[in-house]
Nanobody
Framework: QVQLTEAGGGSVQAGGSLRLSCAASGMIFGIHVMSWYRQAPGKQRELVATIDSDGGRDYLDSVKGRFTISRDNAKNTVYLQMNSLKPDDTAVYYC???????????????WGQGTLVTVIS
């Protein structure tokens, strides 16, 4: 069974940095797109950053220049380096991946459990 396990959330002062990681495990044949989403209290979940299998990246406008998404294909892991954090970045951050398991070679969406990031002003 495929699962995504996140790490790296916590509390940080405004202007500080955090690095999130999300490791995929299980019977994985291939991982295509990997992304980070976030959901702040009372708001809808939004796409923060995405990276495809060729390394192409895209970002939410409000995090451009501050956040960097990367992936280590050998470790089936995606990272989100967050710098110059602002109180508005406070949210639960979820990783998402489009994964092709060995079982049937179809693509499925998988979500991590979420990790809380709190930015203190």
């Amino acid at each position: 069974q495929v699962q995504l396990t996140e790490a790296g959330g916590g509390s940080v002062q405004a202007g500080g940095s955090l690095r999130l990681s999300c490791a995929a495990s299980g019977m994985i044949f291939g991982i295509h797109v990997m992304s980070w989403y976030r959901q702040a209290p009372g708001k809808q979940r939004e796409l923060v950053a995405t990276i495809d299998s060729d390394g192409g990246r895209d970002y939410l406008d409000s995090v451009k220049g501050r956040f960097t998404i990367s992936r280590d294909n050998a470790k089936n892991t995606v990272y989100l380096q967050m710098n110059s954090l602002k109180p508005d970045d406070t949210a639960v951050y979820y990783c998402w991946a489009e994964i092709e398991p060995y079982t049937d070679h179809r693509r499925y969406d998988y979500w991590g459990q979420g990790t809380l990031v709190t930015v203190i002003s």
